[in-house]
């Protein structure tokens, strides 16, 4: 973690090695210690890592780079040690303008994943075997008291259920692909007239869809409005079968429930109930 005041004297000292004179201020000079501070002086964005973070720093570097080869995210314009330099864009976050209920959000944000997904997408029968080894732990550390999950009979009865659908997700149409794994509306951004994406880590190949279930997350609760059906849409993947996608979802909102704290803030009671509300339903979001 890094406080503003400790990330600043940092990014001094790394200007003054890279020659640059210009006097980036805090975007939110009030921002607790976190993972990384950001500065920007208008053109440049500078993420400051805290210094025992270079390994996740170099990490999100690369990454980034990588993907910014297909124009799908900014350039690193160079990393000092924790510090990564990138152009500042137009902005604002997809997050932010979708509080102002911009309509065109939620079509962009499937449009830029569908592209992202297709750098690394590949067919594959899908293999439930992973996901019911996950939910078998979570019942066991539920059981030991080494986890709490709100509800948890609820919570049995739920993943019981799941369970049974994965015999027909077997051997079934699906994707692999590198995901984001942290694809939030708040790290898609625009830039003029596109979106770019930022806040990379993951180089590893995973399930795409939950990419875009994070994102539905997001659409359905901040806010007032949903707007569910023109992300998929927009995000069109006509490979995955249905059970497949069905077992999915619900595996991830297990994965919600399961993150979700003994005493939760109101977004994440949102999330809860939106999770909850889709285990109930089985209506496909997806
Ligand atoms: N290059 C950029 N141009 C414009 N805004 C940015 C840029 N990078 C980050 N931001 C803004 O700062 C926020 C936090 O940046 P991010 O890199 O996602 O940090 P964190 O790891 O704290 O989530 C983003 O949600 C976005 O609003
Ligand atoms: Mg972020």
Known sequence: MIDVAAANALLREALSVQGVTSDPRP????????????????????????????????????????????????????QQNTILAMPHLGGPDLATLWQKADASVAVEAGTWLRAYHALTLRRFPFRPAGHVKWLARL?????????????????????NRTREYAEAARKQKATRAVTHRDMTLSNLVRDETRVL????????????????FTLALDIATIGNVSSLASLRAAYADRHTAPPVRLFLQRCFCHWVWAN????????????????RGLLDSDVLIL
């Open 139 to 159: 019942l066991d550390q539920a059981d030991s008291g080494e986890r709490h999950i709100p509800d948890q009979a609820a919570f049995r009865q739920a993943a």
């Open 197 to 212: 994406g930022i806040d990379f880590e993951n180089m590893r190949e995973d399930e795409p869809l939950r990419d875009l």
């Open 27 to 78: 975007l939110d000079p009030d921002r607790p210690p976190a993972q990384a501070q950001l500065f920007s002086d208008g053109r440049t964005l500078y993420k400051v890592y805290a210094p025992d973070a270079l390994t996740r720093a170099t990490a999100q570097a690369k990454a980034q780079a990588n993907v910014a080869q297909s124009g799908l995210a900014p350039p690193i314009l160079f």
């Open 260 to 275: 979700t704290p003994t005493a939760p803030s109101r977004r994440q009671t949102r999330r809860l109930d939106f999770a």
